[in-house]
């Protein structure tokens, strides 16, 4: 990394001392990791195979990993690898963790911002992003730091496309693609270089960011957008977004927990002129809350 020191990885020491370090993070509450710049990592500095004797305890050999193993000497909850579309190598899949994918992201935006109304059932078609990573190895962002614009471009999902970006976040949430997806909460920028709001000099003096909540315990973020783009002032106001935060979100994060790990069982599609509609069913709510579905499906079907 630029201006860092170099650290050899190579080095037993030094896997030792990195290893240290991550186990205080995990006993402070810590329970991902995403491996900045991980290709230029060898596979055998963050996860080595094992190839012992036999004689290790505490379930290593099971899992085909050593004692020494820097990444998986703990229970993590998720590992994934910033990747930049280069085809995954076998060694990595298995012992390393998840990819992050950044081309499912621009598919989705392209389709949703770009094409025709003719050409929107393409969007249906959308199952994944960089080539030979399949879903169950993938990690979807829908916005990330690295993938930001200094304004708003309806090819750049970030909050600064407005109304637009939202509309997509959320179909990003209910499209039944990915077993892991990542959403953004951040701030708001006028360079790339700033930090969070109360650090706007890029020189790497300290500084002190404005707190999230005000003084009565109320988050401080911007409020959903109706507009699209947001308009300039607002694009560039230095305040927190909190995209986590907008209407709908919290919703369909519960939806999408609800449906995990269950085969989408039957889909309908209707076309009224213009406007695609899309009805999908999940297996998990086919049973016992059918009815509410039901429901809930006659209720949007009369307001249409």
Partial sequence: MYELPDFNTELQEVRDMQFKHLEELYHIGITGLRVDAAIYHHVYELAEPWQGD??????????????????????????????????????????????????????????????????????????????????????????????????????????????????????????????????WGGYGWRDLSHGPPGCDRADGDHCSPKPVYDANGLPQCLRAPELSPLPRTAARERRWICEHRWQGVAGLVHFRKACRGHEVTQTWKLVLKHILILIFRPRALRNENHKMFQRSHHSRSNKT
């Fill in 54 to 183: 036999g004689e290790l305890g505490g379930g290593a050999e099971q899992y085909g990993l050593r004692t020494d193993d820097m990444l998986n000497r703990l229970p993590w909850d998720l590992i994934y690898q910033e990747w930049w579309g280069e085809y995954p190598p076998q060694d990595r899949t298995d012992y390393v963790g998840l990819y992050r994918d950044v081309a499912y992201r621009w598919h989705l935006v392209n389709r949703l911002s770009n094409l025709n109304a003719s050409e929107l059932p393409q969007l249906l078609e959308l199952e994944g992003g960089v080539f030979g990573i399949s879903q169950d190895m993938a990690v979807y962002p829908f916005a990330y730091h690295d993938g930001r614009s200094k304004d708003a471009d309806p090819e750049i999902a970030t909050y600064k496309n407005g109304l637009a970006f939202h509309q997509q976040q959320k179909f990003f949430l209910s499209w039944p693609v990915g077993n892991s997806v990542l959403i």
